[in-house]
């Protein structure tokens, strides 16, 4: 199948300050890329769709200036959380599809921390 | 909108036949998937329906039925590694944003025992 990375897989910061992660597709080129959100013990929570070159569509309820996404090239996407706060401390997986693909391909997810 | 049930929690035997139920009630239908989804780690793919029916992939199968919005994961020869959350996913319609969006359940919780 193919492959989604994601970097980096844990990060740890100090409320206030913005964290980036970046979602990449290693042997496809991804027309559409997803954000989710998963608090423990909880489902995945779309945050947004982003198509390359386009803007992202947010879902109800998340703030676009708080949660940037860039989805700049057909491999890469990329979502910064801007003044990040202990209650945005979860764990972020992106997923991916190509043109022809049925299937989504998650990434390995990247657990934040906020403190 | 999209509503998804599932049961929250199973118990099976190492060896042993699960069954783990989906229902759903969704504005649009453009497949059903399940994925395993290990502590700690993202989801990997584990099926895909978009026809009635049963899908079956080695030790796993699923089934489908749309008039039901009802699917079920069917895990044979239960092994300690199944030991995982199974997540039921249901694609909507085109969603104008470009793209088809998967709606997720919360998730069933299976632990094998020996």
């Known amino acids: 199948g193919a492959v989604v990375s994601q970097h980096p897989s844990r990060v740890i910061c100090k409320s206030g300050t913005s964290v980036k992660i970046e979602c990449r597709s290693l042997?496809?080129?991804?027309?559409?890329m997803f954000w989710y959100r998963q608090f423990p013990k909880q489902s995945l929570m779309l945050m947004a769709t982003?198509?390359?070159?386009?803007?992202?569509?947010?879902e109800q309820g998340v703030e676009k200036d708080k949660f940037l996404i860039n989805h700049a090239s057909l491999t890469l996407s990329t979502l910064t959380v801007t003044s990040a706060h202990p209650e945005d401390s979860s764990f972020y997986i992106c997923?991916?599809?190509?043109?022809?693909?049925?299937?989504?391909?998650f990434g390995p997810g990247t657990r934040l921390t906020v403190l | 909108g999209q509503n998804i049930d599932q049961p929250t929690e199973m118990t099976a035997t190492e060896g042993a036949i699960v069954q783990i139920n989906c229902t759903y009630q969704?504005?649009?239908?453009?497949?059903l998937f399940w994925y395993q989804q290990h502590a700690g780690e993202a989801p990997t793919f584990l099926s895909y329906?978009?026809?009635?029916g049963l899908e079956e992939k080695g030790r796993f199968s699923s089934f489908l039925s749309r008039s039901k919005g009802y699917s079920y994961l069917l895990l044979k020869e239960l092994q300690m590694k199944d030991s995982a959350s199974y997540l039921c996913?249901?694609?909507?319609?085109?969603?104008?944003?470009?793209?088809?969006?998967?709606?997720f359940g919360k998730g069933t919780k299976l632990s094998v025992i020996p």
């Open positions: 997923s991916a599809r190509g043109l022809n693909h049925n299937e989504q391909f």
């Open positions: 042997d496809f080129q991804a027309t559409t």
């Open positions: 982003s198509n390359e070159g386009s803007k992202a569509t947010y």
């Open positions: 969704t504005s649009g239908f453009n497949g």
């Open positions: 329906n978009v026809l009635d």
């Open positions: 996913a249901v694609r909507d319609s085109y969603s104008g944003a470009g793209s088809y969006q998967l709606t």
